[in-house]
Each structure stands twice: as C-alpha cells, then as structure tokens.
DNA sequence: CCAATAAGTTCTAAAATGCAACTAATTTGT
DNA sequence: ACAAATTAGTTGCATTTTAGAACTTATTGG
C-alpha cells in the first residue's frame, strides 16, 4: 500500500476559507484593541447581532478568538485574541500600508499601528530565510 | 469658512472594501501568476462566470487590474497586474506565513513565494521606520 | 468557410446577510 | 431587596449576493 502523497495546497485559500469575508478580519482588529465585548464589537462594527454571532463563533473554532465569562461562572462573556490572532497583525499591517499608499482618498489621515519604541508608524517588509529584505523582482511568484 | 480637517479612518476597512471578498485576493493571487484570461481564471477558480465578470471590472475600476486585447483592436482579453496589484504581494506572503504556521491540516504541504536568489521561501516581518524588525509587543494596537 | 473558442450575458435557484423585535439571565441603582 | 437597565444572544422575515447552467456574439484557426 502506497502513502498518500501530501498535497501542495494554496495557503492563500486556506486562510481565505477562514477569514476571507467581510467581518472578520475587522472582528480580529477590533479584539486586538481591546473591544473584546459582543454589545461593543455590534456597535463598533455596526454588523448584524445574528451575524456576529456566527463570525464569534467560527473564529472561536479557528482558534483565533478564546469565549471566557467575565468571572468564574458568570454569564457575560469576554472575546480575547490567541496568539493565532496576534499572528494576523502582519496582515493587517500589509493592508494598512496598501490603503495609506494606494487608496485614492484625498483628505484622509489613515490610522497606522505605531511602534511603541518610536512613536512611528509599522509596516511589513518581505524578507528571505536571512532575514534580509528581497525585492518583488527577486521572487517566484509561480506557486 | 473652516477647512474640513481631515478625518482619520481605518485603513483596514478600506482595503477590504475593495478585496475584501472570498474571490478578489484569489484573483490577484492567480494574475501575478500568469492566469490573466477570463476562460483561464474561471477553470482555476472554479468561479461563477458572471461573479469574475463583477470582480474584474471592480479589481480594474480599483486601478489593481488593466483589461487590454490580446493585439490592438480585438476583442480577446488580457487581465494584467498594475503596480497596485504587485503592492499585495505582502499581503498574501502574510497569509501565507500565517496558514503555514497556524493552520492545522496534517499531511498538507503549503505552496510558498519563492526568493529566486536562494531558492527558499519568503516571509514577512514588522519592521519600524529605521527598518528595524518590531516585536509584536512593542506595538500600539489602540489605532 | 466551418467548427471551435473566448468572453461575456441572462435567467433562475440557493445561500448569505441585514433588520427589527423578542427573550432570559444578570447587574445596577436606590 | 427589588425595579430598571444591560448583556448576550435568538428568531423570523426581507433583501442582497452568489452559484449554475444555458445562451449569445464575435473571433480565430485550419
């Protein structure tokens, strides 16, 4: 019997089948700074109670998001981010550079992830296995 | 008269407005690889036909896409990347590092950016505007 | 000049999303 | 303690998006 060869998969779907809709990257954003309650990501997202709902609950089985009660046996509940969440924060960083250098908006000041150390703002670089940074020239994108 | 100064938005949610959608990255995705024919990206992405038309002229009416025929004149098409598409690269690196690191599907290898000078896979890093690598704890997420 | 191809369009059906009102438990204020 | 407000949802229905397949129109290769 011969083993089942794994598969080359697009990782890029992958993610996409998990975060690729509308909300939920905006949800992963909101929970990192700190609007961690049902009622406060409703209002600040201004999305459907049912719908969030669903979302809350499909990234707490991707492990992106953890439900605890408030207190030990309470009934309000907490969303907080997993280090899968945090690990999306390049993500969001890549978009955030993309709008604030390409989106076509003028009089608009976009809102950047700052490093603390600096007081200026993050952004995202591509970097080969040396850590040193690679141009879009240098990269097989053939996949 | 009082200059209207100029509101900060979030950034994240006006890159999603544009490619936030289950097919919209994939496009990309699939342009920078070389598929830039309607019949083409329709087999790849086993997509509804009158879906890729809408999300090809948004992605093109975003300046992320240009449609120009196969010759001058006629009427078969290309769908080409413009320098606002290739700006998404670290976008899908980011997801990519992030499905290969998180996503839990044994026996599945991940389809990788390959850096062409050495043969190995590309990641992205947060880095400060000295171009400094960030931790993720030293950053404001407060945006 | 015929058969195949390419790039859509046009229906209709199915799924996802939005909206408002409702529930049931739990805090809060007095 | 107890009434009023809050919280975290649920439920049912309307609207919007997406899917699927067949059809159209022009091009193109042999």
Redesign the pocket.
Known sequence: MREKKPAVQCAIEEALSVIG??WSLLIVRDVLRGVN???SLQESLQ?????L??R?NTLEEAGILV?IP?KPG????LYNATPKCFALVPTLVSLIDWSARWSEKPDTRWARVIDKRTGEPVTVDLVGNDGEPVSLLDLDLTY
């Open positions: 809709d509308r309650r049902f009622d999305i459907s109670r049912n719908i709902t669903q809350l439900k408030i309470a009934r309000r509940m």
